[in-house]
């Protein structure tokens, strides 16, 4: 009998550690955060920038994949830069991508 407990005592314990496990998480979203260093004439880069960025398939003579984003007045302090992109649901497959930044001085 005491053999029996344990073994359900056992199952059971296991099977709760087993649901504990199950966690409903919120679905992710698209856009993703980029971090980035300029420089400006050799020196870290200070002050706003407009910058573009486009993504494509190929290093060379590729598919632009997803939309262009501009971002207008990004705070470029010592040469660091934040900024969140989404090209979209579709953008990120599993394939190569790269990634064309453009920058403009205010």
Same mark, same amino acid.
């Given at each position: 009998? +005491?053999?029996?407990?344990? /073994?359900?005592?056992?199952? /059971?314990?296991? *099977? *709760?550690?087993?649901?504990?496990? /199950?966690?409903?998480? =919120?679905?992710? @979203?698209? #856009?993703?955060?980029?971090? @980035?260093?300029?420089?400006?004439?050799?020196?870290?880069?200070?002050? +706003?920038?407009?910058?573009?960025? !486009? *993504?494509?398939?190929?290093?060379?003579?590729?598919?632009?994949?997803?939309?262009?984003?501009? +971002?207008?007045? /990004? =705070?470029?302090?010592?040469?660091?830069?934040?900024?969140?992109?989404?090209? @979209? #649901?579709?953008?990120?497959? @599993?394939?190569?991508?790269? *990634?064309?930044?453009?920058?403009? !001085?205010?």
């Amino acid at each position: 009998m +005491n053999s029996t407990k344990s /073994i359900l005592t056992f199952l /059971i314990f296991t *099977l *709760l550690s087993l649901l504990s496990g /199950i966690v409903t998480a =919120a679905p992710l @979203g698209t #856009a993703f955060t980029y971090q @980035g260093k300029l420089t400006d004439g050799g020196a870290p880069a200070n002050g +706003n920038y407009d910058l573009k960025f !486009t *993504l494509f398939d190929a290093a060379t003579n590729g598919n632009q994949v997803g939309v262009t984003l501009t +971002n207008v007045a /990004i =705070a470029v302090s010592n040469g660091l830069f934040t900024t969140t992109l989404d090209f @979209g #649901a579709d953008a990120f497959s @599993g394939d190569t991508r790269w *990634l064309e930044i453009g920058v403009q !001085t205010q």
